[in-house]
């Protein structure tokens, strides 16, 4: 089983300020990752696939990168309704599919 | 759009069957998949089952007490499970899977059905 590592557990930034999440895998999962976004009451939504594709109607300051291990997702100039949990999930070598723990970005 | 039923308050060793209804797709083009959540933590996959139903895998976590399945004509997916544990105490999601090849992510999602197990 691929372990998903994220870090920080909470990131405390202000409004306008960019926002680093990392995301790192116990083993290469190539490009394939995913990012996910969940508001408390509500179901996640994706962000990003393939490492660094935005779907669909996601804002351009969301951008993905990395590949193999080290990934990471940033936020260019946190909005108000960017705070919030985010998600990585690896499928890449399945089943399972693994997701990490989640970072809680957090008004500073 | 995925709308989830089935949840509810259930003892210790009872069972239950989440539904999970589709619309605004062709729901037979795509896997799918149910990912739970426990309050205050984080996603768990639980099961996946290709579009025309052959392929299916579970957690290790749930093997031999849940079943997913699909019924195609009714744009529907389910989850029977069994011998519930507190530790099954979770909201569920539905959520389609996508992507090429061996891809699988995951969207959309449904907003979710709460199990309860407790005596």
């Known amino acids: 089983e691929i372990v998903m590592t994220q870090s920080p557990a909470t990131l405390s930034v202000s409004p306008g300020e960019r926002a680093t999440l990392s995301c790192r895998a116990s083993q290469t999962v190539s490009s394939n990752l995913a990012w996910y976004q969940q508001k408390p009451g509500q179901a996640p939504r994706l962000l990003i696939y393939g490492a660094s594709t935005r779907a669909t109607g996601i804002p351009a300051r969301f951008s993905g990168s990395g590949s193999g291990t080290e990934f990471t997702l940033t936020i260019s100039s946190l909005q108000s309704e960017d705070f919030a949990v985010y998600y990585c999930q690896q499928y890449n070598n399945w089943p399972p599919l693994t997701f990490g723990r989640g970072t809680k970005v957090e008004i500073k | 759009q995925l709308v989830e039923s089935g949840g509810g308050l259930v003892k210790p060793g009872g069972s239950l069957r989440l539904s999970c209804a589709a619309s605004?797709?062709?729901?037979?083009?795509?896997?799918m998949s149910w990912i739970r959540q426990a309050p205050g933590k984080g996603l768990e996959w639980v099961s996946y089952?290709?579009?025309?139903?052959?392929?299916?895998y579970y957690a290790d976590s749930v093997k031999g007490r849940f079943t997913i399945s699909r019924d195609n004509a009714k744009n529907s997916l389910f989850l029977l499970v069994n011998s519930l544990r507190a530790e099954d105490t979770a909201v569920y999601y539905c959520?389609?899977?996508?992507?090429?090849?061996?891809?699988?992510?995951?969207?959309?999602w449904g907003q979710g059905t709460l199990v309860t197990v407790s005596s």
């Open positions: 089952i290709s579009s025309g139903g052959s392929t299916i």
């Open positions: 959520a389609r899977g996508y992507g090429p090849g061996n891809s699988n992510w995951f969207d959309p």
């Open positions: 605004g797709f062709t729901f037979s083009d795509y896997y």
